[in-house]
């Protein structure tokens, strides 16, 4: 007797949920000791059940398979000298993940956190991210354990250059163009980019988020916060609303959390909260420009801690946190929008059960992965706006894109059209993640537009360029 066309669709899912939990215990014994790239593939491959119920021939060609393994994985020491004339020893990483679409692009991070799986799950992060900027640019990580905080500028640069000196044989602006990340700014770009012109005796765009008078862009500081801010006003307009008197919670309060605020202003909406590692302030009169100012100063300039707010500006509250508890008091506040942009899981599912009943319906992550996949499935589950941070935070390698071509045309663009252009892709990458999610069946679910989005690109890539 004929198998029913109900029966054959069951089937098929069955097939698929065998094959992405195969693929999952292969990625956990293949990576052990690796949980954020381990959460970074769950969430994508769950998206992607849907395309290959489509498309078998991308299984068949194992494309899932080539995409989570990275292209190339390059660690070295990097000895240095501190300012005491002893001998110091850092590890150095690049992860060069997929290089399908255009030549492998993503930040250096320098942060005591930095090992291996937290580099390849934002290299893996960065392949669909890129993707979707519609600029042709691969995915790749890199960094250091080594912590710039409290060091000299002595001590940033000799470490910056015992770095590129091994880095340098492996990147370049046609391979991979590193840019920077958390504890990498305009001051370690600079070290950086000076030693391999040093070393590789040409002056190119190897890196981007440099000096605006050696080859940087405009808006590139201000891209991802930016970014983040243009994603959630699309998100609010596919339901014919705005970000006009909106109260946003801001999770950080460094350069994404920074121009999170400041474009929030220029829209109308009014954050009041920003946080760093010790804990929360929020300000129910709105950080208003005055006060940004303010904050930027004192975290740009004389690196205090978020708490002096509290102590300056009268009707300001400052609340510590131990990132150990169940919950993280800032995802606590009555709000209709949230920025997270400190790091990855800052919002576990107490957060965000917080955050639902304190009237939030719209998450557009700044930060790469900040909620868990619980966080994830909760906001998915009560149908707020949601937008992943390989979609909402893509601003700010979309303005490193922008960055690799003017140094390539040898010519640099005012703030208003790249601040322009930048607006003009993050509409786009809306746009797509919002048709792609009608397309497979999830109308509104911007996660799986997201991925699969991001995927459909560098899998008809990969599939084109053969078993490479």
Not at 431 to 451: D, I, K, S
Request: net charge negative.
């Amino acid at each position: 007797m004929g198998t029913s066309v109900r029966e054959g669709a069951s089937a098929k899912v069955a097939t698929m949920s065998d094959y992405a939990t195969s693929l999952m215990a292969t990625v956990r014994a293949k990576n052990p000791a690796e949980p954020e790239f381990h959460q970074a593939v769950e969430e994508v491959v769950e998206s992607l059940t849907l395309v290959l119920e489509r498309h078998p021939e991308y299984q068949s060609a194992g494309i899932l398979e080539r995409l989570i393994e990275p292209e190339r994985v390059i660690l070295f020491r990097v000895p240095w000298v501190d300012d005491h004339g002893d001998v110091c020893v850092n590890r150095g990483f690049r992860i060069e993940m997929n290089s399908a679409i255009g030549p492998y692009k993503g930040g250096l991070r320098f942060h005591p956190s930095v090992n291996l799986g937290i580099l390849k799950f934002l290299a893996f992060e960065q392949v669909f991210k890129n993707s979707l900027t519609t600029l042709p640019m691969g995915g790749g990580k890199g960094g250091s354990d080594f912590d710039p905080k409290g060091k000299s500028d002595q001590e940033v640069m000799r470490f910056c250059q015992s770095f590129m000196t091994e880095l340098c044989r492996h990147i370049g602006p046609n391979t991979d163009v590193p840019a920077g990340d958390i504890g990498v700014g305009g001051r370690e770009i600079g070290f950086l980019f000076g030693q391999y012109k040093r070393l590789a005796n040409e002056f190119t765009g190897v890196l981007t988020g440099k000096g605006l008078t050696w080859g940087g862009s405009l808006i590139r500081p201000e891209a991802t916060g930016y970014g983040a801010v243009y994603f959630a006003a699309e998100m609010l307009q596919s339901r014919g609303d705005s970000l006009e008197g909106k109260r946003c919670l801001v999770s950080g309060s460094g350069n994404v959390s920074q121009y999170t605020c400041e474009k929030l202003l220029d829209l109308g909406a009014l954050p009041v909260t920003l946080s760093d590692s010790n804990g929360v302030i929020h300000d129910p009169n709105g950080i208003t420009r005055e006060k940004l100012a303010w904050v930027m100063e004192l975290k740009n300039l004389r690196r205090g801690r978020i708490k002096d707010y509290a102590d300056r500006f009268t009707g300001a509250t400052y609340v510590p946190w131990d990132p150990r508890l169940s919950h993280n008091p800032l995802w606590d506040i009555e709000a209709q929008c949230a920025f997270p942009s400190a790091t990855q899981n800052e919002i576990n599912i107490h957060d965000a059960t917080n955050m639902l009943k304190r009237g939030v319906f719209v998450v557009s992550e700044g930060a790469n992965m900040p909620c868990t996949l619980q966080a994830t499935r909760a906001f998915l589950d009560a149908g707020i706006l949601y937008g992943p941070g390989k979609a909402a935070n893509a601003g700010g390698v979309a303005v490193s894109g922008l960055e690799m071509s003017q140094n390539s045309m040898r010519l640099s663009w005012s703030r208003d059209e790249v601040d322009a252009r930048l607006r003009r892709i993050m509409v786009a990458i809306h746009e797509n993640c919002f048709e792609t999610a009608e397309r497979y069946g999830t109308p509104g679910n911007l996660v799986n537009g997201a991925n699969i989005a991001g995927f459909l690109k560098v899998a008809n890539a990969m599939m084109d360029q053969g078993v490479v």
